[in-house]
Antibody, heavy 121, light 109 residues
């Protein structure tokens, strides 16, 4: 069955960096764009970034552009989110999610369980 | 950026009743690329509806979606106890920029 498992969350000080990972299984990883979506405590969902199936194209929300970088290793069925210059506003549960149709014009049909990032001094 | 506004913020109903949730977009959603998700506490969102009216795999037929352009509706025909959750709409027609509504909390009356 399709599984997405995030890891790498934790407590980090403002201005520092953190790298999240998302391990995929149960489907052809190389056929799908994968997204990162976050949810601040008690708040709604915010799309963060997407990477194309081949890792060539990457797009980001304005709130993270220039600070976050998404990458993927198709040989290991793994996705990463490098987060630099973290601020308190980045505190959230971070989910990876698969695009249903493989491309960009798709809803998110499978989600991981999320990993919590807390930015605090 | 397309802004999605959901109403009401909270909906209080009893099991067996019909629920109607609204999602209004600030501009027309391309090709009606509008999805609905359900989220329960401590869980990831679950895709319910996409393309405004297509049920995702495994979703019961008491869930239905309708609408086009800027006005969309999620209807739950007869509420089951497990349906009480938060519901989000999302547009994916202006990709690669995706936006979510702020959510509607469906609570037991």
């Amino acid at each position: 069955q399709v599984q997405l498992v995030e890891s790498g969350g934790g407590v980090v000080q403002p201005g520092r960096s953190l790298r999240l990972s998302c391990a995929a299984s149960g489907f052809s990883f190389t056929g799908y764009a994968i997204h990162w979506v976050r949810q601040a405590p008690g708040k709604g969902l915010e799309w963060v970034a997407v990477i194309s199936y081949d890792g060539i194209n990457k797009y980001y929300a304005d709130s993270v552009t220039g600070r976050f970088t998404v990458s993927r290793d198709n040989s290991k069925n793994t996705l990463h989110l490098q987060m630099n210059s973290l601020s308190i506003e980045d505190t959230a549960v971070y989910y990876c999610a698969r695009g249903l149709g493989g491309g960009y014009n798709s809803p998110f049909d499978y989600w991981g369980q999320g990993t919590l990032v807390t930015v605090s001094s | 950026e397309i802004v999605l506004t959901q109403s009401p913020g909270t909906l209080s109903l009893s099991p067996g009743e019909r629920a109607t949730l609204s999602c209004r977009a600030s501009q027309s959603v391309t090709s009606n690329f509008l999805a609905w998700y359900q989220q329960k506490p401590g869980q990831a969102p679950r895709l319910l509806i996409y393309g405004a009216s297509r049920r995702a795999t495994g979703i019961p037929d008491r869930f239905s979606g309708s609408g086009s352009g800027t006005d969309f509706t999620l209807t739950i025909s007869r509420l089951e106890p497990e349906d009480f959750a938060v519901y989000y709409c999302q547009q994916y027609g202006s990709s690669p920029m995706y936006t979510f509504g702020q959510g509607t909390k469906l609570e037991i009356k």
